[in-house]
């Protein structure tokens, strides 16, 4: 059975200077890459049969197979393990013909259609991309971002063809790559395709093994890649005892929560902040943004107020807080208005993970495709989803996170389980800034969701069992201090709501949250 998981693609153009190919390759193996194919674009036939012979004969040395990129003769000729074809080349039904029983073929897609042809042609395996940006290839197809290629991974289904991703990968974002590169049914990658990451380095040995710990990590339910491990069984009555906990951690532990949030909402969101318990910064100048995740507890990114500067900062931030392990609740108001907004919102998408994504119906229908409910600048319009079960389930399947839709009635799942929320209060709508105050509110949740009781960090597992808890956590803060906020008698309409607001969730109780939460788990 070949192992996919680091798939080296050569380029010795790209080797740094003084640099020896197969000295280079040698050590690339001795770090744990575990599949080579060799790709020569620029070289006649005869170097690249001697390229060949010897890079084979050091893949043998370690156990690892050798697939030539297009050329069937030379891999004829040099008994390679396999050969890769890509759109253009020799179709895979003539190869097989051409090639001994038992070698591998591999095919390089970039859309469904691609990808359904060669489930057809029974190739043994796909290289999906270009999932990031790449200097190394001119790219004629358009980049499919990572959470593209999750939603291609689905038409393998059923069939033993593997997957492997390539396109700009390397270590800063192969995390990313393979947590978000999961399809709706969890059909994940069996590997990932590096090429400048190993090539362009004098240090190949030590870059593979970075990488090999890495996957490693991500397959062993380290970091990140952990997500999607949640508790079998919630009850209305656990998630409301892990509420509570994690309530009372917050004012114990004080976390910094860092907020590049929507400029109309800044003061707001700082406030309710500190009124939980938690300790804001607003920054978005992105030279900050390195040293910041090495303080905050969890990151939230609120595209509100899209400026140049900002985005920069977003892009950054994200990032810096997924190395980090770092929680990342995002907000991407109003993405249905502009085309701007939607580009950027997927940009961010596929360049870090968010850890929980909340929105309105609106919103969140925008960011699914859906033409079930439309919004109106930041807000949603019409009588809302049909099944918002089904919807707010599967847009957390779809983006491997937490996803809160909020409304009259809040909606939160981790994919599997939805809570359904009840609480609230018509006043929240009628000041500005109630949807931004959520996300601060999830937030400070979150931070100290992921903290074992021993008080260590988990180092990031970000179980979505963690986040799930800690978006309810947050949303029900809000919503039972607005209704505790509502009933008193110096709150005469929105003026007077929100100072008051911001005393009922500094003063909130483990008995308000018992008795006045309305939840239910379905």
């Not at 013909?97 to 897609?109: A, N, R």
């Not at 994940?188 to 970075?210: N, Q, W």
């Not at 770092?326 to 940009?347: E, H, I, L, T, Y």
């Not at 956590?473 to 709501?497: C, H, N, Q, W, Y």
Request: aromatic share 4%.
């Amino acid at each position: 059975m070949t192992d996919y998981s680091l798939y080296l693609v050569t380029g010795r153009e790209l080797l740094p200077h003084g640099q020896d190919y197969f000295n280079s390759l040698e050590q690339a193996l001795q770090g744990g890459v575990t599949v080579v194919q060799i790709r020569e674009k620029n070289t006649d036939t005869g170097e690249f049969l001697d390229v060949a012979l010897r890079s084979k004969a050091i893949c043998d040395r370690y156990h690892v197979p050798l697939i030539v990129n297009d050329r069937v003769d030379i891999a004829l000729a040099v008994q390679a393990a396999g050969v890769h074809l890509g759109q253009t080349d020799m179709p895979v039904s003539i190869a097989r013909k051409l090639l001994p029983q038992g070698t591998i073929i591999g095919v390089s897609c970039n859309s469904l259609q691609e990808l359904e042809q060669a489930v057809i042609d029974n190739a043994d395996y796909v290289g999906i991309g270009s999932v990031w940006s790449t200097t190394t290839k001119n790219l004629t197809k358009p980049v499919i971002g990572v959470r593209g290629v999750g939603e291609l991974l689905q038409s393998l289904d059923g069939t033993s063809i593997k997957a492997v991703a390539i396109g700009g990968i390397k270590s800063s974002n192969l995390l990313r790559t393979l947590h978000g590169s999961v399809s709706k049914t969890n059909h994940a990658l069996d590997g990932v395709a590096v090429v400048s990451e190993l090539m362009a380095t004098t240090r190949p040995r030590e870059v593979a093994s970075h990488l090999r710990d890495i996957l490693s990590a991500f397959r062993s339910s380290g970091s990140i890649s952990n997500a999607m491990s949640v508790r079998s069984e919630y009850s209305a009555e656990s998630v409301i005892d892990g509420v509570v906990q994690i309530g009372s951690c917050v004012k114990e532990r004080n976390p910094l929560i860092h907020q590049i949030t929507n400029n109309v909402s800044i003061a707001q969101s700082a406030n309710v902040t500190i009124a939980l318990g938690a300790s804001p910064i607003m920054a978005t100048t992105a030279q900050e943004m390195e040293d910041l995740s090495r303080i905050n507890g969890a990151l939230l990114v609120n595209i509100g107020t899209l400026v140049s500067t900002a985005y920069e900062g977003m892009v950054l931030a994200g990032t810096c807080a997924n190395a980090r392990q770092r929680p990342v609740v995002f907000d991407p108001v109003g993405v249905g208005a502009s085309r701007f907004r939607q580009n950027a919102v997927n940009n961010l998408l596929n360049t870090w993970q968010a850890g929980v994504i909340k929105g309105n119906a609106g919103e969140l229908a925008a960011l699914a495709g859906s033409n079930e409910v439309r919004s109106k600048g930041v807000d949603s319009v019409g009588s809302g989803f049909k099944d918002p079960v089904s919807f707010v389930r599967n847009v957390a399947r779809r983006e491997r996170c937490v996803v809160v839709m909020t409304g009259k009635t809040d909606y939160i799942s981790d994919g599997h389980h939805v809570a359904v929320l009840s609480n609230g209060h018509e006043l929240l709508g009628q000041i500005t800034g109630s949807g931004c105050i959520a996300g601060s509110c999830i937030a400070s949740y979150c931070a100290v969701a992921t903290i074992s009781e021993q008080g260590e960090d988990t180092k990031g597992k970000l179980a979505l069992g963690d986040l799930f808890l800690g978006a309810i956590g947050g949303i029900l803060a809000l919503t039972i201090s607005a209704e505790l906020a509502s009933m008193r008698e110096d709150v005469k309409g929105p003026g007077t709501f929100f100072p008051a607001l911001i005393d009922e969730l500094s003063t909130l109780s483990t008995r308000n949250i018992r008795e006045r939460a309305q939840i239910q788990i379905v």
